[in-house]
């Protein structure tokens, strides 16, 4: 349901930005996440937003170098990452949420739907 790309190979301090795509689940009706997992680590959360758009969240790791975005109307969610460092590296995922207006939660258990997954890799 849920397709992310726009993962590749970047140089610490470079810039990419991942998109999420959906062809018949129409995100409006859900907040969405982004997620990563490093290699033999848990997945963690990276950032969220609310339905409308109005609310983000972010994980400290990222806060003021990821930014979270919506286009309801073109049924996409992308996350813009800057300043990227090597500890970015980790396979990232999207997903949506079923929940209330305006939350944005962390909780990966909560969502109910998954992209495949995208490849970032920082090199030093």
């Known amino acids: 349901q849920l397709q992310a790309s726009g993962g590749g190979l970047v140089q610490a301090g470079g810039s990419l930005t991942l998109s999420c795509a959906a062809s018949?689940?129409?995100?409006?009706?859900?907040?969405m996440g982004w997620f990563r997992q490093a290699p033999g680590k848990e997945r963690e959360f990276v950032a969220a937003?609310?339905?409308?758009?109005?609310?983000?969240n972010y994980a400290d790791s990222v806060k003021g170098r990821f930014t979270i975005s919506r286009d309801n109307t073109k049924n996409t969610v992308d996350l813009q990452m800057r300043s990227l460092k090597p500890e970015d590296t980790a396979v990232y995922y999207c997903?949506?949420?079923?929940?209330?207006?305006?939350?944005?939660?962390?909780?990966?258990?909560?969502?109910?739907?998954w992209g495949q997954g995208t490849l970032v890799t920082v090199s030093s």
């Open positions: 997903a949506a949420d079923w929940t209330v207006t305006g939350a944005t939660r962390i909780s990966s258990d909560v969502y109910q739907y």
């Open positions: 018949t689940l129409p995100l409006s009706n859900y907040a």
């Open positions: 937003i609310s339905r409308g758009g109005m609310r983000t």
